[in-house]
């Protein structure tokens, strides 16, 4: 699940910079944001639910920072850390409890997702099927379909704006769980140390090339 995560969503991000968005849709907001933040950091919170309802795995909290194009940092803390880490060219997913960490070249790992939107600097359309969806919650939503489902890893993702900042998440997988990622104490177009996108694995760590 945590590789459908990486691929669909690691995504998340976003910041105070540009101006409020009053009426316009969530996609224009998207674009706005996509244009005029450079890099950010704050936090976010995560839980998955299963086709019949439930969580399907524990609540997690955590720190992310990303930096275009394609750059980012996704700290999960809380219930048990976790951490993955792009630094442009390759995909850190590190797990302390199993000593062993994932490397994945950045394309191959958030190619055809939001990751690559949120953290890159693409265009939505030449990747998803893109549609409006009702406002609710006081967000305007859209809704992303990827062009090859099969290889993004995910049916659709669902992301709720306001002020031209991403605020939710909701991706659904290939398993039928859906996962909600929500955003919070942004900051837009912070100054983020480059280390913050290094990653070394520690003494007696596997690591495991894809």
């Known amino acids: 699940m945590m590789r459908s995560v990486v691929r669909a969503l690691l995504f998340v991000v976003l910041a105070c910079g540009p101006a409020l968005a009053w009426g316009a849709t969530a996609q224009e907001q998207l674009k706005a944001f996509v244009s005029t933040v450079q890099s950010a950091t704050g ?30 940092r996704w700290e999960v803390q809380k219930p048990y850390a976790q951490l993955i880490v792009a630094d442009g060219k390759q995909v850190y997913q590190y797990d302390p409890d199993l000593a062993q960490v994932t490397v994945r070249e950045v394309g191959k790992a958030i190619g055809a997702s939001p990751a690559a ?61 859906t996962t909600r990622v929500d955003l919070s104490g942004l900051q837009a177009n912070a100054s983020v140390p480059a280390s913050q996108f290094q990653f070394t694995a520690p003494k007696g760590t596997d690591v495991v090339r894809m």
């Open 117 to 177: 939107i949120l953290f890159g600097s693409g265009d939505l359309e030449q990747a998803f099927d893109v549609t409006p969806l009702p406002d609710k919650d006081g967000l305007q939503w859209l809704r992303a379909k990827p062009h090859n489902a099969a290889d993004a890893g995910f049916a659709r993702v669902d992301i709720g704006m306001r002020g031209n900042l991403p605020v939710r998440i909701l991706l659904l997988d290939a398993f039928g769980q």
């Open 43 to 72: 936090s976010f919170s995560q839980a998955t639910t299963g086709p019949q309802g439930g969580n399907a795995k524990p609540p997690q909290q955590g720190t992310f920072a990303f930096q275009r194009p394609g750059k980012f």
